[in-house]
């Protein structure tokens, strides 16, 4: 029964991880590809994520059987341990700065967003307000433990999980013609593959997990069984919350569901938990990797030495580069703001999960040929083969574009 709600743990940890802002743009992008493909699109990138996190926690296993060395947090300290090439780990540490720096500022511009349009009476505009919850936040991680930090967002996952639950399921009890809503063609204007192109960058980009397996696979001690099963359960939650998601709204059921008070409190708790949780995650996946760079310079501290609190520079870089940018966004009035996401699951996302995977996973090969490693070389190709595809649609339709 331990090991059963450590599994269940560790995938709700997957889960939080997973959920966060970006998953409001969601029902726009599956409107314009319609809700049939829309659901393909998620299970495809389902399997990609999930071939790729199985490959890391396996990484992450042979890493703790081959050496000493506690398996870091840091993504390009993880590497650094794995393929053993500080050139290497550094492009990986750059790549991951740049995505959740792409989360953060999005995050960021939302919340000022939400802030201003929840709160009338205070007056703020939503640059004020980006500009004070970045502020906040930046307070928030620096002034806390990891273990604090930790429970503010694993509180606001809490938040979050009942919330979305509350306002869910009488919202797809409301859906007027759930087959005509699941049936409905797209709508995008320049026609399917142009719908597909916007699709698949923006999906992929909520469905990611990856920087956290390291740790799931450290928190269910290195057993490979429960780390595939945490890891499997924990990315399909996302995955059904979001078709359902996207089906609520397009067939008018959360319409319904926030003409009540009770429904519309639900939904500002939701939007607020999930600005929370996702914003703390990207923040302290941003500190991580500073750290592991001011670290690394000082020389004070071996790569493997894991911190209990972030130092202040470590915060403001992760901080005021991303805040700079949504306090410019907000600024200009873009409140949407969806080029971040586009760039981190168009041309981030395929290089960090799912080339190096790949690269991580060959490296240590030669030195762990175990029985029950998790892959042979068909998943590589799977993942291999479905990455070359993702940047290439992306090559093609953005040189389109510009001949256009």
């Not at 500073?290 to 470590?314: G, R």
């Not at 190096?356 to 030669?366: D, E, R, Y």
């Amino acid at each position: 029964m331990g090991t059963v709600s450590k599994v269940l743990s560790a995938s709700l940890l997957v889960t939080g991880n997973t959920v966060g802002s970006s998953m409001f743009v969601l029902p726009d992008t599956v409107e314009k590809v319609g809700m049939v493909w829309g659901s393909a699109i998620f299970i495809v990138l389902y399997i990609y994520n999930l071939v790729s996190g199985l490959m890391i926690a396996d990484v992450a296993i042979n890493l703790h059987e081959s050496s000493d060395c506690d398996v870091p947090s840091s993504f390009k300290d993880f590497a650094d341990c794995a393929m053993k090439d500080q050139t290497a780990g550094t492009a990986i540490g750059a790549a991951s700065l740049l995505m959740n720096s792409c989360f953060l500022a999005y995050g960021f511009v939302q919340v000022g967003s939400f802030v201003a349009s929840a709160l009338p009476g205070l007056g703020v505009d939503p640059t004020t307000a980006t500009a004070i919850s970045a502020a906040l936040f930046a307070w928030v991680s620096y002034t806390q433990t990891n273990e604090g930090i930790e429970k503010i967002a694993n509180a606001a996952v809490m938040v979050l999980f009942s919330s979305f639950a509350s306002l869910l399921l009488p919202s797809l009890a409301n859906v007027h013609d759930p087959m005509e809503t699941f049936l409905a063609p797209g709508s995008h204007p320049e026609g399917f593959s142009a719908a597909i192109s916007t699709a698949v960058p923006l999906i992929l980009s909520t469905l990611i997990y990856q920087n956290i397996v390291p740790s799931i696979t450290k928190l269910l001690k290195f057993d490979r069984t429960n780390s595939t099963i945490a890891i499997a359960l924990g990315s399909f939650i996302p995955l059904a919350m979001y078709v359902a998601w996207c089906f609520a709204v397009l067939g008018g059921g959360l319409d319904n569901s926030l003409s009540s008070g009770a429904g519309g409190a639900m939904f500002a708790a939701f939007t607020a938990s999930s600005f929370i949780g996702s914003s703390i995650g990207c923040i302290m996946s941003l500190a991580e990797e500073y750290e592991s760079i001011i670290a690394s310079k000082s020389q004070e501290e071996v790569p493997c030495t894991l911190k209990d609190t972030f130092s202040a520079p470590a915060v403001l870089m992760s901080v005021l580069p991303p805040a700079a940018v949504a306090v410019a966004v907000s600024s200009g009035g873009d409140l949407e703001f969806t080029g971040p996401l586009h760039l981190a699951g168009a041309v981030i996302t395929p290089f960090l999960y799912g080339i190096l995977p790949i690269m991580l996973f060959k490296s240590m090969q030669p030195e762990n040929r175990s029985k029950d490693a998790m892959f042979s070389k068909t998943p590589q190709l799977l993942l291999g083969a479905s990455t070359v595809g993702i940047l290439g649609h992306e090559i093609i339709q953005d040189f389109g574009n510009w001949v256009a």
